[in-house]
């Protein structure tokens, strides 16, 4: 397909990729481009695109071809319905024909997608829709709801009718948009209170995705590849679904409340060899202790989202066969740094995001914005237009060239002059036998300025000392580091996306003093 999928070599990847080269994956040019195209219609006749693992067990399987008939057939439904090109289409639903229809159909018709988290609450879910303004929402719960605080937009209703409904329309539609079109919005997580701002994605936006696809979560033609985040989110939409579609790779989604029998059920029924996910899926399947219950072959997995611990690393790799790879990256650069699975001449490295990704450079800043020393923790940063873009997280570089991270900008702790990486601390406090999840934010100090403080969550039948676990945790780090504030806690706040809510902890923190 293209010069780019022969690179198998490390080294080989470093001296020959270019940008350019990207755009040979696809049938779209710099000016003329659409996603639903790339990501189904070019694939005809190949057979099975999708399967969709149900919490009840159940598997729907998804064809290439059933979908670019039922994508044409949506899109007829919203030109008849005046939709027209550039207006919204705010779809509600799990994974399953009729979110695949509705999420391609829109982009094909020339609509705007805006898939939403299924698990937002009324005002959650009133917040977004304010937000997009939809001409058409596609929804298949909350419908009362919906319709009281907006009467005047439509509602589809995603019932067993929709998908027949629409075979009264033609099984084929032409798109003709451009590469600089809009084709997708796509929410952050945040709180009901706190509207992040939706991300905006061209048809173009693919290529440049790309570059994660191949070298982040390793996606080559021929795999099976398992994202189960929810496809509201952008590793489940752009990593999970857009990205390996667009490569004619066969991916398995998860639809329904998470359960880790499940999803171990679905690596092993549908023989997965690529998995990605988040840090906290891997430390759930840990946790449940099903894994030697399943026979499965996985020969890459990767994760994002929040590093690894070290126990929860090794265990992947015993478990799986495969060292799990980092895939690191922001909201407004993208994936900047990954760990190549699959590569030949690169090794993962134990608590390390990896190195830059090809066509990034990469470095770690300190306040003087010069390049910081090797273990010097500072601000990562990426080379845009020429100049240094900081990326709000902190981190620091090897002498082998690998980046580590060290927490978000308001995640690193200084105390009595040193700074101190909460994410570090964390994953030293995951080391001891009764703490099963961990937090650690700074806390206000008379005398040190700040000093750390830990939010813990133990194992089942674990002792509550905090003087033992202080103890264990000066043995661990320098004294400056180990956490001088223990609260035990039954479980952390947490973002829908699965990540540790840390604004929530601090607001905790300001009402315990």
């Known amino acids: 397909m293209t010069r780019l999928l022969e690179l198998d070599n490390y080294d080989l990847i470093q001296s020959e990729f270019s940008s350019d080269l990207l755009w040979d994956l696809f049938d779209g040019t710099r000016d003329h481009m659409n996603l639903a195209h790339e990501c189904l219609d070019r694939h005809s006749g190949k057979g099975r695109a999708i399967s969709v693992k149900h919490d009840s067990g159940d598997i729907e399987h998804l064809d290439y071809d059933e979908l670019i008939i039922s994508t044409s057939q949506f899109a ?15 779809i509600i639903l799990e994974p399953g024909k009729a979110f695949y229809t509705s999420l391609f159909g829109a982009i094909k018709r020339g609509a705007i997608a805006v898939p939403m988290f299924t698990l937002f609450g009324p005002d959650a879910l009133a917040l977004r829709i304010r937000d997009c303004t939809p001409s058409i929402i596609v929804a298949d719960k909350h419908l009362g ?14 019932d067993r009718f929709f998908l027949e409904s629409l075979k009264t329309h033609p099984e084929e539609y032409s798109s003709s948009t451009k590469a600089s079109d809009l084709s997708v919005f796509q929410y952050t997580s945040g709180t009901t209170r706190e509207l992040p701002e939706a991300v905006k994605h061209t048809q173009r936006s693919v290529v440049t995705l790309m570059i994660a696809a191949l070298y982040g979560t390793g996606l080559v033609p021929g795999d099976t590849y398992f994202c189960p985040s929810s496809p509201a989110w952008g590793h489940g939409l752009w990593h999970g679904t857009i990205a390996p579609l667009a490569l004619g790779v066969h991916i398995v989604s998860y639809a329904g ?27 759930m399947l840990r946790n449940s202790g099903y ?17 690894l611990d070290t126990n929860t690393f090794d265990w992947i790799k015993r478990s799986f066969g495969t060292a799990p790879a980092s895939m690191y990256g922001t909201t407004e650069v993208g994936v900047i740094i990954v760990d190549y699975p699959g590569i030949k001449g690169h090794t993962v490295k134990p608590g390390a ?19 910081a020393k090797i273990d010097e923790i500072g601000e990562i940063s990426v080379k845009r237009k020429n100049s240094w873009f900081r990326v709000k997280d902190f981190g620091y570089k090897d002498n082998e060239g690998y980046f580590f991270h060290a927490g978000r900008s308001d995640d690193v702790i200084i105390s009595a002059g040193w700074t101190m990486s909460a994410v570090e601390i964390e994953n030293t406090l995951l080391t001891h036998p009764s703490v099963g999840e961990a937090a650690v934010i700074g806390v206000a100090d008379s005398v040190r300025g700040q000093v750390a403080r830990a939010y813990l969550v133990l194992n089942a039948d674990a002792p509550t000392q905090k003087d033992t676990i202080k103890a264990y945790m000066k043995e661990k780090l320098s004294k400056h580091e180990y956490p001088r504030e223990i609260h035990f806690i039954k479980t952390l706040p ?16 300001k009402l315990d003093g």
Not at 145 to 158: C, D, E, G, M, Y
């Open 291 to 307: 894994r030697d219950d399943y026979t499965i072959n996985l020969s890459k997995c990767s994760f994002t989202g929040e590093p």
């Open 76 to 90: 007829h439904q919203l030109e008849k319905s005046g939709i027209k090109r550039g207006e919204r289409v705010a």
């Open 145 to 158: 709801s919906i319709k009281a605080q907006f009467p005047n937009i439509p509602v589809l209703r995603a």
């Open 257 to 283: 409340q998470f359960d880790p029998k499940m999803v171990y059920a679905a690596l092993e029924q549908l023989k997965v060899n690529n998995f990605a996910a988040a840090a906290t899926v891997y430390r």
């Open 494 to 509: 947490k973002t829908p996306a699965g990540k540790v809510n840390r604004k929530a902890l601090r607001d905790l923190a």
């Open 353 to 371: 995001l990896g190195k830059p990704a090809p066509g990034n450079e990469v470095a770690i800043l300190n306040s003087k914005n010069s390049l």
